[in-house]
């Protein structure tokens, strides 16, 4: 790619070949303006950020189709396909730039290009999918005759399985190395025979995301690369400032350096948990306290969360050990415990300061016996959920709207209209994060009193 | 049987009643001895050598040096990212050690002791290259529907929850995955584990390993939800019904209704009422049941008799809901189905405790169980090691590898498995694919020499 500040841009002609959606493999010969360079990007990053938030909101695939439909002709449009498809190429290459710099980076960035790409292919006509497919190179073959008969039945119990009736069973089946579609196999939506995965048509778009995200992960290594040894540096007075602007600006913050409102000492913490803590993380705390004890899921939940809210690692120590020595002692808190809290602060092993987790990685965890991270608004049974709302004041009409959110899968929307009810205001940004939960809880009890502790 | 009386007779029928009865399973002392002469070191060397074993000009003679061990000592000192150059060094450390436990980790793409070299460039140089797929369940993660244990304890009543999750573990991933080198071997007090050691095994990514874990997975829940396992749809996917045909359905209504009676009391019925969704059949089937409550029955046979209600109500009422469909099988994945520990198999990284080490608490030696013949493996009947160290003494047995009579000493049973069950179709298989990947290599080269 070559950016040129003339007036004119020539388009090149080997875009056509891939109509209307770009696998990215190879950087394409043409020219870009410099202005182009900044504000395709910035168009494509509105759209990564609205995926973003639709993943966070745990909208089901149909839903997330419509969004991504939504977003890309709000921003991505113009008038002519070619131009469209050029802006589509340029701004994700201009993004690769950007978004290669740093793992974390790296990790957003592969996730939502992934995700657009999924919603993107879904939403194209099987001959598309299936052109798509062929432009991969991919080797696989249709299932035919006897091998086809005598696996039938039980492609049909798998169909049925995830709700489909008889009649609508796709005919045709692809043979697959397993290890090609992980996301299929987990969800046990595909025959498995001999290490083979049968894949139906309609599952092409499983087949296919792997390739691009892992053909997409090792490219931001390369690129990373290339932007590290030659062109940061040859671009540093035209397009490094340009690349390293645009990254901070979309995602938000991270609560990795608590601010002011969020310094929390031990023996306000009690108190502190009652009056500010966010449900997920009051459970886990009350159950620390009830138990002496929590599971990993739970400790990396609860612990980042109070890392976030200002709490020091001696404090942090401390506050654990307080606890853990009810149960296991102070020998078996120091062996087994103390490593992994001095490691979340990155005190220890490859000394990543671990950021705490926002609602979208807790709504998909996965608790399982024993264990009490997670969403409660995803991962309780009704009634345990009305009675933990009703502890924390909500009056039963209030829990009736939270518990309307709750059924329509709207979990974090669930949490803020908690929060309001709580605290008597509006939260028009909506929760996303537990620690943004405690800053904005810490901002209004604290408005209301200030000089005494909340 | 008291539970008592089944841990003893385990012990009773190894020792001579003659003799003292030496007391402490587990101590240094016979740790020593036992590392000195019975662990296996050049079983596990050839295992995780797969066949690079310097004598083929395939073979990469640093493979077995980039493996990681940890060690725990006693005191609970923990040292990781330990790594051997060959099966002597291995042998010299664990004699010098003693470790209380000895992990096995991934193999790397650098030997871990040099790992800081290459750590604080950008890209992260020093990652797995190589790891078994694992498994690891613990009864532990049973106990809501155990009755006769809880925690750390196991019997001969709820042991046969770990066999039958062997044979639908096993099953599957010769069946389904297609893997063919898979080693069961007891954890040492109360769960077993999995290594499955095919090459495309350990090539897997974190992704794809969660993949696998994932699509064993069923049971979903903790204590705040009612219903734990939820099979929706029309039917079971083939891997589900073949596991329910072939073992869970005739384990839940033969053994585990014989040994836990999950129907006899109040308390346990409630636990299932709970997971039926219909309101009205739950009233309908509790009435009946607290009226028979003073039945004449033995618990065993009460159980029976209402599982057989539960199943002809839920029956007359399939057609109400879609939800009521599966309830009969869910009921019975809930108590039978395995629980693996998910954590355990997604990441390369995650270390395991290495077979043949002795169990801190129990004295017991981690021996491989056999999945043809699991129904046999009794966990109060595995070596222990004051067992051993009196089988030394006694009979002067030292325990020579080659020996014909292996078969007669304690270990050497376990160890003749491992050997012609596990590693040597290993191995060969290993030989094969190093030949081969050699031929290949060998072949490009010309190619790239021709114009």
């Known amino acids: ?10 388009v090149s002609n080997d875009v056509v070949s891939t109509p209307t959606l770009p696998l990215y493999l190879t950087a394409p010969h043409m020219e870009v303006r410099l202005e182009e360079f900044e504000l395709f990007a910035i168009d494509r990053l509105r759209v990564l950020k609205g995926v973003s938030d639709g993943l966070a909101r745990a909208r089901n695939p149909n839903e997330m189709d419509d969004l991504v439909e939504t977003l890309w002709k709000e921003h991505m449009r113009l008038s002519n396909v070619s131009e469209m498809i050029n802006k589509d190429i340029i701004s994700h290459f201009v993004l690769r730039l950007v978004y290669c710099r740093s793992d974390e980076l790296k990790k957003w960035f592969l996730s939502m290009e992934t995700a657009l790409f999924r919603h993107r292919f879904r939403l194209k006509k099987i001959e598309e999918q299936r052109a798509i497919v062929g432009e991969f190179g991919l080797p696989y073959k249709a299932v035919i005759g006897a ?8 492609l049909g119990l798998v169909a049925r399985s995830h709700g489909q009736i008889s009649s609508d069973v796709e005919n045709i089946y692809y043979k697959v190395p397993f290890e090609e579609v992980p996301d299929l196999v987990a969800s046990r939506r595909v ?35 290339k932007w590290t040894t030659t062109i940061r540096e040859r671009e540093k007075d035209r397009l490094t400032p340009i690349v390293e602007a645009l990254s901070t600006s979309y995602l938000g913050p991270d609560y990795s350096q608590s601010n002011e409102y969020a310094d929390i000492s031990l023996k306000d913490i009690d108190q502190v948990s009652k009056s500010s803590f966010p449900l997920c993380m009051r459970h886990l705390f009350e159950k620390l306290r009830e138990d002496h004890h929590l599971k990993h899921g739970g400790r990396m939940q609860l612990g980042l969360f109070l890392k976030g809210v200002g709490l020091k690692l001696d404090d942090a120590l401390a506050f654990w050990r307080e606890e853990f020595t009810k149960k296991v002692g102070s020998e ?18 490859k000394r990543t300061d671990y950021t705490p987790y926002a609602c979208s990685k807790i709504i998909i965890s996965a608790p399982g016996a024993g264990d009490h991270h997670g969403c409660p608004y995803r991962h309780f049974s009704e009634d345990n959920l009305k009675a933990a709302l009703s502890r924390m004041g909500l009056s039963s009409r209030g829990m009736e709207d939270v518990m309307d959110k709750v059924r329509n899968r709207h979990y974090q929307l669930a949490c803020t209209l908690t929060f309001e009810a709580v605290y008597g205001t509006s939260c028009d940004t909506g929760i996303n994060h537990p620690n943004q939960y405690f800053e904005e809880s810490q901002k209004i009890l604290k408005s209301k009193t200030p000089a005494a502790p909340v | 049987m008291t539970r008592e009386e089944i841990e003893n007779n385990g012990e009773d029928m190894m020792i001579d009643d003659s003799k003292p009865k030496i007391e402490n399973d587990f101590n240094v002392h016979y740790l020593r001895i036992y590392y000195g002469n019975l662990f296996p070191y050049t079983d596990i060397h050839k295992w995780l050598s797969y066949g690079h074993d310097g004598k083929h000009p395939g073979c990469d003679e640093y493979y077995f040096g980039r493996r990681e061990f940890s060690f725990t000592l006693e005191n609970d000192v923990y040292l990781r990212y330990k790594s051997f150059k060959n099966a002597s060094v291995m042998e010299d450390a664990i004699k010098s050690n003693f470790p209380y436990k000895i992990d096995i980790g991934a193999v790397y793409s650098v030997d871990p002791d040099k790992r800081h070299a290459y750590a604080h460039s950008g890209t992260n140089l020093f990652t797995p290259v190589e790891r078994e797929l694992v498994f690891d369940i613990d009864i532990t993660d049973y106990d809501d529907v155990r009755y006769c244990c809880s925690g750390a304890d196991v019997c001969s009543k709820c042991w046969p929850l770990m066999t039958v999750a062997i044979k639908v573990i096993d099953t599957s991933l010769r069946e389904d995955f297609g893997f063919k080198h898979i080693l069961w071997v007891f954890s040492g007090r109360r769960g077993v584990h999995c290594w499955v050691c095919d090459a495309k095994a350990r090539r897997l990514t974190n992704e794809q390993r969660s993949a696998v874990a994932e699509y064993f997975r069923v049971y979903k829940g903790n204590e705040n939800n009612a219903k734990k396992v939820d099979l929706m749809g029309h039917s079971l996917h083939p891997f589900l019904a073949r596991s329910y045909v072939d073992f869970l359905k005739n384990f839940f209504e033969g053994e585990l209704q014989a040994t836990q009676s999950i129907f006899s009391s109040k308390e346990k019925y409630e636990k299932i009422l709970g997971m039926i969704t219909d309101e009205d059949i739950q009233s309908d089937l509790r009435g009946k049941w607290e009226n028979s409550a003073r039945s004449s029955l033995s618990e065993e046979a009460t159980s029976r008799l209402r599982w057989e209600q539960l199943k002809k109500t839920l029956q007359s009422k399939k057609n109400k809901a879609l939800s009521l469909r599966t309830c009969v099988e869910e009921i019975v ?66 325990m020579d590898v080659d020996d014909d009579d292996s078969d007669r000493s304690l270990l050497g049973k376990s160890i003749k498995f491992f050997r012609s069950s596990f590693l040597e179709p290993l191995l060969k298989s290993c030989k094969e694919e190093i030949e081969s990947s050699y031929k290949t290599k060998i072949a490009k080269t010309k190619d790239s020499f021709s114009w």
């Open chain 1, 332 to 349: 078996r808190f120091d062996k087994e415990y103390a490593y992994a809290i001095r490691h979340n602060y990155g005190k220890e092993g």
């Open chain 2, 333 to 398: 994945f809930t108590f039978t189905y395995p629980r693996i520990d998910l954590e355990v198999s997604k990441q390369m990284n995650h270390l395991l405790k290495a077979p043949f080490c002795v169990h801190p608490k129990t004295g017991r030696v981690c021996v491989p169980i056999d999945p043809n013949n699991c129904d046999e493996f009794d966990p109060l009947a595995v070596p222990t090691l004051s067992q051993l160290i009196e089988e030394i003494n006694s009979g002067g047995l030292r």
């Open chain 1, 147 to 154: 091998e086809l008969e005598s696996l039938k039945e039980r």
């Open chain 1, 191 to 225: 025959l498995l025979q001999k290490g083979f995965a049968f894949v139906a048509g309609t599952q092409l778009v499983s087949l296919v995301v792997t390739q691009f995200r892992s053909h997409l992960s090792k490219a931001l290594i390369l690129t990373n690369r």
């Open chain 1, 1 to 10: 790619m070559e950016v040129i500040r003339s007036q004119k841009r020539t």
